[in-house]
């Protein structure tokens, strides 16, 4: 499940990017020719960590463009931060306004330093610890400004004690523990951890890999986590013509004490890339681990953009259909498995008794009635219904693929979480057609679980029994098995996993 910054944090966000540009946002502290271009302004945070991770120093320094409005990027309190000092600039707190600090006196580049305790931010649930180990929200220890300039260059360099790692999902640079922050870290919630865990590197589907195993007893072996991760990316990447669909990915496995299945929990982030972190059980051995199905809907999740929190019947339906889909695909389960996990999903969500309002207002209110199954599922059912209407009116030139990579491509996708309506809208603009949202739109209106019944009947899905069957001579049974065995996404495409260069 996907987390954004909230809505309040949002509102001071674009409040101060008013002021910002009523005050000229910060001070350019070097003039500059007009015949010269000048130097991207750049931000360079050097980050050391206590040994007993207790608590988090940095020191941020402005080169070329100094703010004039700081706060902790996703707005934690400044009562756990202690100030050390300055250079080339006077900070102080503003009383108008909770959390804020504010520049005066620059005289050119500026630096200032300062220190976070972990242990109340733990207590706040911003920080986490496992184990030994810490997992944070860097937003919790980096302060921003208002108003960022779009040719911004944040860097951020780790100076950690002897047997401490670091594990974030920001592009390396060069030097070790050194990282580009990229822009998606501003308006979206991430993680990084510290600790004494170590860190796997390697390539699968043609995505670099970093997988870090926290603290924790588990049965699983560092090659079995391995081959988990390496399965569930070479599934997903059947939806993306062979290659998974990101330039990176940090994947952390956390010990749990389980509750009957391998991997009871995970979660997907989108705060510095997409980062995934899975709760794997203790006594879970490597044979329980490839294809099992958390592994792949949260990876799915990391290829795909932000969504809205409200509009979950689309990030978290579509991403349930397609969890089967691939699966199916990549061979580790059969068709008729994937449309029995389909309909027992269609089952479970025709049967939540938590239900009983329309899916739109049931998915804006899914975790406060724990609606979890029916918004899902009928998410889920609305998927499937694209992909079949898209089938069958292209004659097989279309499908819900292609809905997907058309979400990847959606502008601003990266900077804010899009809104399904958005989605919607776009969709149809590609097809040319209104297609999704007259089938969407009252879907979303009903609160009725969708009907199913037509579509499978079409596609030759006989649900009836105890097991379903799948019948030879429907008419749209090319299509059924088109879906499954992914007609346009060759598994030859696949690009081959390996060991990455060490580094």
Request: net charge negative; hydrophobic share 45%; with cysteine.
């Amino acid at each position: 499940m996907p987390r954004v910054l909230p809505r309040a944090v949002v509102r001071r966000t674009l409040a101060t990017f008013a002021t910002a540009l009523c005050l000229g946002g910060g001070v350019a502290t070097t003039p500059w020719p007009a015949h010269a271009a000048a130097p991207p302004p750049r931000w360079e945070y050097t980050v050391r960590v206590a040994p007993d991770l207790a608590s988090i120093h940095v020191r941020l320094c402005f080169r070329d463009f100094v703010p004039r409005r700081l706060w902790l990027a996703d707005a934690s309190p400044l009562t756990f931060v202690k100030l050390l000092g300055s250079t080339g600039m006077t900070l102080s707190v503003d009383p108008t306004q909770d959390g804020t600090l504010v520049a005066s006196g620059v005289a050119g580049d500026a630096c200032f330093e300062y220190a976070v305790d972990v242990a109340p931010l733990v207590e706040a649930g911003v920080c986490d610890r496992c184990g030994a180990d810490v997992i944070t929200r860097p937003g919790s220890w980096l302060f921003r400004a208002g108003f960022l300039p779009r040719d911004l260059e944040a860097t951020v360099r780790f100076e950690l004690p002897p047997g401490i790692a670091v594990a974030a999902p920001w592009p390396h640079l060069g030097a070790p523990d050194t990282y580009r922050i990229d822009p998606a870290t501003w308006p979206f919630i991430g993680h990084v951890a510290f600790g004494h865990f170590t860190v796997d590197r390697f390539v699968a589907a043609g995505c670099p890999v970093e997988l870090a195993r926290l603290d924790g007893a588990l049965a699983a072996t560092p090659a079995g986590l391995r081959r988990w991760i390496t399965t569930a990316m070479e599934a997903d990447a059947h939806l993306y013509d062979g290659r998974f669909a990101e330039p990176r990915l940090l994947v952390m496995v956390r010990p749990s004490e389980g509750g009957g299945d391998p991997v009871p929990f995970g979660s997907t982030w989108y705060g510095g890339g997409p980062h995934t972190i899975l709760y794997l059980a203790h006594g879970a051995k490597d044979d329980a681990l490839p294809g099992e199905w958390v592994a792949v809907h949260e990876l799915l999740h990391a290829t795909l953009p932000s969504v809205s929190p409200e509009d979950p019947w689309f990030s978290e339906g579509f991403v349930t259909y397609y969890q089967e889909v691939v699966r199916a695909r990549a061979g580790i389960q059969t068709p008729e498995q994937a449309w029995q996990e389909i309909e027992e999903g269609f089952e479970r969500g025709r049967g939540d008794r938590r239900a009983g309002l329309p899916l739109g207002e049931l998915s804006r209110k899914m975790y406060a009635r724990h609606a979890f199954w029916r918004v899902y599922w009928s998410g889920a059912a609305i998927a499937f219904l694209l992909d079949v209407e898209l089938r069958r009116a292209s004659a097989g030139r279309q499908s819900l693929d292609d809905v997907m990579q058309w979400v990847r491509e959606m502008p601003g996708a990266g900077e804010a979480p899009l809104h399904a309506a958005d989605i919607v809208a776009e969709v149809d603009r590609r097809l040319g057609a209104a297609r999704f949202q007259p089938l969407v739109e009252p879907k979303l209106a009903s609160a009725a679980f969708p009907d199913v019944s037509a579509a499978q009947a079409w596609l030759g899905i006989d649900p009836s029994g105890p097991r379903v069957r799948l019948l030879p001579d429907a008419p749209g049974a090319t299509v059924r098995d088109a879906i499954m065995r992914g007609s346009r996404r060759s598994a030859a495409n696949l690009v081959p996993s390996e060991a990455a260069p060490s580094r």
